[in-house]
């Protein structure tokens, strides 16, 4: 009897063999379905509100004056025009800021904060938004982490981005402290690539 064959005389090593390429064909279809998995969890970014890029300033406004909320301005910042609204219904939202390049829409900014807000609680705010776009968009890549100190006042700045084809999405969390007075904002800017 020869122990390095089977029941049948074909030698071990094939089915050493056998048995290894079906574990990596397994290891390997279990990767590719994790794969596919995180990819398709992706979601497709879209600018908020139903808007569209590339509307104009007058059918945004219509939109947006539909809605009843209040354009509480309109200025020119580095060549384009921005629209600044407030009274939108979502919680925390201070103001939007819509864009216009050639009088098409190409940005949208969402500035939340309260003046409740301690530093755990926009802390709290800023971790939760950035988890949801994460879960959402995939993980975000760092842009901005600055720490400045400007006469008395300590700011710090941090940024996320996340980007698909046409657009994409940076999360901000900016800091102002001055001795026992605390600004925190956080920003969301949907633009248009």
């Not at 020119?76 to 800021?97: N, S, Y």
Request: net charge neutral; with cysteine.
């Amino acid at each position: 009897m020869d122990f390095f064959r089977d029941d049948r005389g074909l030698p071990l090593y094939l089915h050493l063999f056998t048995v290894m390429r079906l574990s990596h064909f397994a290891i390997l279809l279990a990767i590719l379905c994790l794969v596919v998995g995180e990819a398709s969890a992706v979601q497709e970014m879209k600018p908020p509100f139903g808007m569209t890029w590339g509307a104009s300033q007058k059918s945004v406004e219509k939109i947006l004056l539909g809605t009843k909320v209040k354009i509480v301005g309109r200025k020119t910042l580095q060549g384009r025009t921005a629209v600044e609204v407030e009274g939108i219904p979502q919680q925390h939202l201070l103001k939007a800021l819509f864009y216009f390049d050639s009088d098409a829409l190409s940005e949208i900014e969402l500035q939340y904060g309260c003046a409740e807000w301690d530093s755990a609680r926009s802390n709290d705010f800023w971790d939760g938004a950035k988890n949801n776009i994460d879960s959402k968009y995939g993980v975000g890549r760092l842009v901005a982490h600055e720490k400045t100190r400007e006469n008395d006042i300590k700011q710090s700045l941090t940024g996320y981005q996340w980007a698909q084809a046409y657009m994409s999405l940076r999360l901000f969390l900016y800091t102002a402290e001055k001795d026992a007075d605390f600004l925190q904002r956080v920003s969301l800017h949907y633009k248009q690539m």
